[in-house]
């Protein structure tokens, strides 16, 4: 498996995420805590709070969401 390579570009985001990632680690909990230490901020994209995954946002305001362990 290739490891993703992430690019940045000139221009800011303006519309919906042409890409979302979900992340599935072993742990949720660690790893929305590991993610918030580098700098992604928990985000609000319409949940209701019964789900069980998080969603995050990179510092340019990309979401993603962080999957609960099976």
Same mark, same amino acid.
């Given at each position: 498996m290739r490891p993703l390579l992430f690019l940045a570009v000139p221009e /800011?985001?303006?519309?919906?995420?042409r890409l979302h990632l979900d992340l599935?680690?072993? !742990?949720?909990a660690r790893e929305v805590e590991r993610l918030v230490a580098l700098g992604?901020?928990? /985000?609000d994209v319409g949940q209701d709070g019964t789900?069980?995954?998080v969603?995050?946002? !990179?510092?340019?305001g990309n979401e993603f969401?962080?999957?609960s362990a099976d």
């Open positions: /800011t985001k303006s519309v919906k995420n599935a680690p072993g !742990d949720q992604a901020v928990r /985000t789900e069980d995954w969603v995050l946002a !990179d510092p340019e969401c962080v999957l």
